[in-house]
């Protein structure tokens, strides 16, 4: 098969109450994962699990050891939980903290509703990073509910005040959604208005256990419109300070880097997710029975990345439509993401959509970096030369 497994690359999903959550958004693929996978139990990891992934995270020599903690809602374990977690990580790391100088960094997703000034004195005492999940203003949020179907936006809002007061370090995630598609001049203004320098987009995928499309799935072309628009909206702002994942992706490939968001990486690695209960798993897209590869109670992470069963999983290549590899694309692209492959076929769904993107948004890069028209003097252009300056003096990144 070819792959190099890059155990040192990777990185670890760690889920400490499985998929508890105190809310009920409708999109949300990750909803009932544990209910079938663990059969309805309590699902609170225990340090002892914590300690023995770590352990065995740290084991593999991560480049950059990093910890990202998702749920369900993680807060929901309680904050102490999270004291001992860093705690254990200092333990384990021992001797290594010279070559490891900045420690393990830990990312921790949450909805931001029960976050209050103990969280994130914690968060910015222990150096987290923190990502707030929030699809824009109250009207883009609106699939983001209570479980008794209040709005979450005002808790959201409020939680990125706290971060702020508190001096932590964080960025949104946005899902792109039936609710936000069609309004991505609104979704960046929101991202003004509320001073958010870093922003991560993910388009809505599947419930984990269904094919690759299912009732909350985007259409192509508005999620194609969605992204064309966006990346028009963000040049025209003219300020390279605001970071778009999706956008600084395509940057990347546009200068010969490799591309940082798995969708857009030739196999699945990177990002393997560890259940409360220290079940591992491919990525948190895959959390099925088929798809669970090990524990870390029964064997070593390393035996368990090294696997068949991993190794057939990473090569999404394997099986790809004939289309891919003659397409331009191909180098960024990959066929997408394997979850959003409906039954029988092998290429995302959103194939068209994507080849518009990618055509559109290389064409109008091009425009900025040749300083076209009203782009001979803009900030954009001037960002886009010192990233390509530095592409060129460091070409492997
Ligand atoms: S299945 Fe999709 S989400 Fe999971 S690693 Fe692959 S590309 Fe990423
Ligand atoms: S754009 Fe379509 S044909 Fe090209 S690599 Fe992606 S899925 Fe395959």
Redesign the pocket.
Known sequence: MGIKIPLDATQIMVKPVGSLCNLDCDYCYYKGAGVHVFDGQMSMMSLETFEKACKQYMDLSPNVPAIHWQGGEPTLRGVDFFRDAVDIEGRVLGKQFRIYERGIENHFQTNGTMLNDEWCGFFREKGFLVGLSVDGNSDMNRARVFREGREVYEGSIRSVGLLRKHGVDFNILSVVSKYNVSDSAGFFKFLLDNRIQYSQIISAKPKIGRSGFDEHSLGVEEYADFMKSLFDTWVEDDNPEIHINTIDDLLRVALGRTPMICESRPYCAGQVTIEWNGDVYPCDHNVTEDLRLGNVHDGCLADILRSDKYVSFLDRTAA??E??FN?S??RI????CPRQRKDGEE??YL??G??KI?EYVFTKMNEVFRGEGRFRDSRMRGFFVELKRDAERNPVE
Do not use: R, V
Not at 333 to 336: E, L
């Open positions: 790809l439509d289309e891919c397409c694309w191909m692209c990959f066929g997408g290429k995302t194939c068209s994507n080849k990618f």
